[in-house]
Nanobody, 116 residues
Framework: DVQLQASGGGSVQPGESLRLSCAASGLAFNDYAIAWFRQDPGKEREPISCIRNDDGTTYYKASVKGRFTISRDNAKNTVYLQMNSLEPEDTAVYYC?????????WGQGTQVTVSS
């Protein structure tokens, strides 16, 4: 079975940092693009960052660009999302997603809360 295990969420104050991890198993990790999404209650899940599997090209939602950094360690089948200068608006459940063509897998989500 394919599993994506997201971890690293927590409660922090504005301006602080967190690093999320997404550990994958049961799939050929090197063949998948990995993305991070987030979702507030009552809102649609939105993509915030992704990293390609072939050339490592990255994408960021405008509101996180310059604060968040996505990276992947193919040897560990893990993708990271370093989140700096966190803002209250970053509060959400964060999900990782693995995609290859029509194959699409989701992790279980990890809560990030930014509040003073």
């Amino acid at each position: 079975d394919v599993q994506l295990q997201a971890s690293g969420g927590g409660s922090v104050q504005p301006g602080e940092s967190l690093r999320l991890s997404c550990a994958a198993s049961g799939l050929a990790f090197n063949d998948y693009a990995i993305a991070w999404f987030r979702q507030d209650p009552g809102k649609e899940r939105e993509p915030i960052s992704c990293i390609r599997n072939d050339d490592g090209t990255t994408y960021y939602k405008a509101s996180v660009k310059g604060r968040f950094t996505i990276s992947r360690d193919n040897a560990k089948n893990t993708v990271y999302l370093q989140m700096n200068s966190l803002e209250p608006e970053d509060t959400a459940v964060y999900y990782c997603n693995a995609r290859q063509g029509y194959l699409n897998y989701w992790g279980q989500g990890t809560q990030v809360t930014v509040s003073s």
